[in-house]
Nanobody, 124 residues
């Protein structure tokens, strides 16, 4: 079993930056691909970014590519999402997710474990 706890959300003005963190428990972190998803009010949960187990392969949604960076520290069992040039449309609850598999993926159904989420609000 893997438990995920997100932190780092908050209120920021448009153009600002935030760094989300996800702390994972469990001995399988090093072999797990990780991802970030987000859900805005009234919308479905959508893919944001993902990273494979070694950190050597990453994928991004088109809406965040060039502004967000996903990274991981396997020594700390942590994954991060650096968010720059934030826009009001980035406002959502951001969720950390883990796969049992090591390969990167984008489909919500391919992730096996989820955190409780952290709120990100970007004001205009």
């Amino acid at each position: 079993q893997v438990q995920l706890v997100e932190s780092g959300g908050g209120l920021v003005q448009a153009g600002g930056s935030l760094r989300l963190s996800c702390q994972a428990s469990g001995r399988t972190f090093r072999t797990s691909a990780m991802g970030w998803f987000r859900q805005a009010p009234g919308k479905e949960r959508e893919f944001v970014a993902a990273i494979n187990c070694s950190g050597g392969n990453t994928l991004y949604a088109a809406s965040v590519k060039g502004r967000f960076t996903i990274s991981r520290d396997n020594n700390k069992n942590a994954v991060y999402l650096q968010m720059n040039s934030l826009k009001p449309e980035d406002t959502a609850v951001y969720y950390c997710a883990a796969r049992r598999e090591s390969a990167v993926a984008t489909g919500r159904g391919l992730f096996d474990y989820w955190g409780q989420g952290t709120q990100v609000t970007v004001s205009s």
